[in-house]
């Protein structure tokens, strides 16, 4: 029972007799004193040892982050280059043309097959004719080269419509500047183009084409060959100019 010392009350017969210094009354506790060092430090040590006791443990949690409903960010796209579309290439246009003069007039004129006209072809035939229906000589000079086009089969030169129409009206302009003429005949469609800068629906009108004066548009000799009611029209349109050449030639 950890009793150190101990006193009867009454006197217990036969006991040894007791010791007087234990019957002495012990003298009242005075509490030591603290300085104030001494005291914030046992302070600052009890404090967090009594809150741990207060708290109970806890065991650590990993928060795991719940998906949300919220919608999610579009993901930014940076905006690629528009595919570069290129122009389509145009085929360089083919054709053949003699220049021949008659009299007061020059004849830009198509060739059927590409090739120089002989005096036997039915396409020359049909020329000399119209040249006697319209009063001039009929058997006209060739002037020059005929002009094919294109003019390379390789190369990197340009030889578009516009290059061809550039290269057949300075070919005309210059046999103009050797020997002015009152008309300018342009048979067939590669002609009235490229010299006449116009298309089939200028055909057996006269027209006014800078650097080349007054010129005649008409159908190709083949297509008149082939369709031989536009020989009325042709016609036509010559009685009317035919005042251009032949107050000249006459």
């Known amino acids: 029972m950890q009793v150190v010392n101990w006193l009867p009350r009454t006197e217990l017969p036969f006991a040894a007799p ?6 002495q009354a012990l003298e009242p506790f005075e509490p030591f004193e603290v300085s104030g060092e001494e005291a914030a ?13 207060e708290r109970p443990t806890e065991r650590a949690r990993v928060e795991v982050p719940r998906p949300s409903s919220a919608a999610r960010p579009t993901p930014v796209v940076e905006d690629t ?14 054709f053949a043309l003699q220049l021949l003069r008659a009299g007061r007039c020059l004849l830009l004129v198509e060739l059927p097959t590409g090739e120089r006209f002989q005096t036997r072809d039915p396409a020359y035939l049909l020329l000399k004719d ?11 000079q060739i002037v020059g080269e005929p002009v094919r086009w294109p003019l390379l089969v390789r190369g990197t030169m340009d030889q578009g419509p516009e290059a061809a129409r550039d290269f057949v009206q300075s070919f005309v302009s210059a046999r103009l500047e050797d020997e002015p003429c009152a008309c300018l005949w342009l048979i ?18 006269q027209l006014q084409v800078e650097g080349l004066g007054v010129v005649w548009a008409l159908p190709g000799l083949e297509l008149l060959m082939e369709e031989p009611q536009r020989k009325a029209e042709v016609w036509q349109a010559m009685r009317r ?4 050449w032949k107050s000249t030639h006459e």
């Not at 183009?193 to 298309?199: I, L, P």
């Open 18 to 23: 007791s010791r007087p210094e234990l019957l």
């Open 81 to 94: 280059p528009a595919p570069v579309v290129k122009a389509p290439v145009v085929p360089p246009p083919r």
């Open 130 to 140: 119209m040249l006697r229906a319209a009063g001039l000589p009929d058997s006209p």
């Open 241 to 244: 100019l035919m005042a251009l």
């Open 188 to 205: 067939g469609l590669p002609a009235v183009r490229f010299a006449g800068e116009a298309n089939a629906e200028a055909w057996y009108r």
């Open 41 to 53: 430090a046992a302070v600052a040590v009890a404090k967090p040892a009594a809150q741990a006791l």
